[in-house]
C-alpha cells in the first residue's frame, strides 16, 4: 500500500503516529491503511493504541465495516496482547459484545493503564447483561483470578451484574477476607451495594468497621 499516511504511522516519535491514527479516519482513502491501523493497536504507547482503535471504529462506520471488523477479529487471535485487547475494545463500540471478546477483556484486567481496566470492565458488564454466563466466568474470577488487580475489577463488575445473586455475595464474602488490602476494600465496597444482602454480609460489613486495615 502507498499513502502518504503510511510513514507517519510508522514513525519513531510516538506523537507522531497517533497524529497519523487520526489523520486516517478522515482520509478518503483511509481504508487502505487498516491493517497498519490494526498493528498500531499494538503499539506499547496508549495515546497511539487509543487513536488506532478511534479510526478503526470510524472507518468502520463511515462504510468500511467488511474491511474493518475481519482485521479486528484476527487481531482478536493474535499474539500481541495489546493488539489483542484494544481490538476487543474496538470491537465492543461497534456491535454489543460477543463472547469471543471474553479472553482479550480479561487480559485487559490485568493492564496497568487504568482506563484500560475500567474500560474492559465497562464492557464485561455489557456483555453480562447479554449473555448470562459471564456472570459465572466472573465469579471464578473473583476467586481465582491471575493476579490481585485481575480478581479486584471483577467484584466490581460482579456488584453491576449480580447485586440480588447469593453466590456473588458469597464470592465478594470470601475475596472481603483476602491477604490483598485493596481486594478486601474493593470486596467490602461491592458487598456494600448488594441488594437484600444476606446476614453474614451485613456482619462482615459491620465488622470491617472496626478494621482499621479496611
Do not use: N, Y
Not at 131 to 147: A, K, Q, S, T
Request: net charge neutral.
Amino acid at each position: 500500500v502507498s499513502h502518504a499516511l503510511l510513514a507517519p504511522l510508522r514513525s519513531a516519535d510516538a506523537a507522531e503516529r497517533a497524529a497519523a491514527c487520526r489523520a486516517v479516519a478522515s482520509d478518503p482513502a483511509g481504508a487502505l491503511l487498516a491493517e497498519a491501523l490494526v498493528v498500531a493497536l499494538g503499539d506499547c504507547d496508549k495515546r497511539v493504541a487509543r487513536a488506532a482503535g478511534d479510526a478503526l471504529a470510524g472507518l468502520a462506520r463511515a462504510g468500511s465495516r467488511d474491511a474493518v471488523v475481519p482485521l479486528l477479529r484476527a487481531a482478536l487471535r493474535g499474539e500481541a496482547p495489546l493488539a489483542r485487547i484494544h481490538a476487543a475494545l474496538t470491537l465492543a463500540r461497534l456491535a454489543p459484545p460477543e463472547p469471543s471478546l471474553l479472553p482479550a477483556l480479561t487480559l485487559a484486567l490485568a493492564s496497568p493503564e487504568g482506563d484500560v481496566r475500567w474500560s474492559a470492565a465497562r464492557v464485561l458488564v455489557d456483555m453480562g447483561r447479554l449473555h448470562g454466563e459471564i456472570v459465572r466466568v466472573l465469579l471464578g474470577l473473583v476467586r481465582g483470578g491471575d493476579g490481585p488487580v485481575v480478581r479486584r475489577m471483577s467484584t466490581f463488575c460482579l456488584r453491576e451484574l449480580a447485586p440480588d445473586q447469593p453466590a456473588a455475595a458469597q464470592a465478594l464474602l470470601e475475596a472481603s477476607r483476602d491477604a490483598d488490602t485493596q481486594l478486601r476494600r474493593a470486596a467490602l465496597t461491592a458487598m456494600a451495594g448488594l441488594l437484600d444482602p444476606p446476614p453474614m454480609v451485613t456482619a462482615r460489613l459491620v465488622e470491617a468497621l472496626d478494621d482499621h486495615d479496611d
